[in-house]
């Protein structure tokens, strides 16, 4: 079993029962020094499940003030279809969580 941390459309039912047949436990939980931002989805699919077409994405800020306090996903092989899922724009990385848990997570893929 993995830890996913999310913040945003994986955590919608409709979106979850698409990409991974089932609805996943989700755990209240915080990432510190990161900061969420907004952007425009440009994969068509995303935008017709999440019905939104700008989503969050967070960077790493290293300012322990800012804090997104989301959710972790309980994932098996399904990490490998949420990686399916995920734009260009997000990149997944391991992260240590506010509980002392390692998850991994989708950050902002800045490409530079």
Not at 91 to 112: F, H, M, P, Q
Request: charged fraction near 35%; aromatic fraction near 8%.
């Amino acid at each position: 079993m993995e830890n996913l941390f999310s913040y945003e459309t994986l955590q919608l039912t409709l979106v979850q029962l698409h990409l991974f047949g089932r609805t996943l436990l989700m755990q209240p939980d915080a990432l510190v020094g990161y900061k969420k931002e907004r952007i425009k989805i440009k994969v068509e699919m995303a935008v017709d499940l999440s019905r939104e077409e700008e989503d969050v994405v967070i960077s790493y800020s290293g300012n322990d003030s800012e804090v997104v306090d989301d959710v972790v996903l309980s994932v098996t092989q399904e990490l490998e279809k949420a990686d399916d899922y995920e734009t260009e724009d997000y990149k997944r990385i391991n992260a240590t969580l506010r509980s002392g848990k390692s998850a991994w997570v989708y950050v902002k893929d800045d490409k530079e």
